[in-house]
């Protein structure tokens, strides 16, 4: 499966929807927790997704191919929020998780 990151911006909405998305909420969680219907959370879900190429089909999670996309392209908030540390990442002398795995 392709992704392009990005095809086009995403809007403060969609990306509150998936950040939350991230945060492993449901779609009717991030109704109650915007004040929106889950209709709209999900065509919000399709909308972003088609933002970043991803097709439905019945071997795909969109959900989860949606989050890693976002995740790649807008940082990690969602593990960030664990508070704890993956393999791959030190922290720097003023605290901030640095990736040592994609060091240029």
Do not use: W
Not at 10 to 21: A, G, K
Not at 77 to 92: I, V
């Amino acid at each position: 499966m392709d992704i392009t990151i990005q095809l086009r911006e995403l809007t403060p909405f969609e990306q509150l929807v998936l950040d939350r998305l991230c945060d492993g909420m449901t779609n009717i969680a991030i109704a109650r927790e915007t004040a929106h219907t889950e209709k709209v959370i999900e065509n919000t879900v399709s909308r972003s997704a088609k933002a970043f190429g991803i097709k439905s089909d019945s071997d795909t999670n969109i959900r989860v191919l949606l989050a890693l996309a976002y995740r790649t392209h807008y940082g990690d908030k969602a593990f960030d929020k664990l508070n704890t540390d993956c393999l791959h990442h030190s922290r720097s002398a003023d605290g901030k998780a640095i990736c040592t795995r994609h060091i240029e």
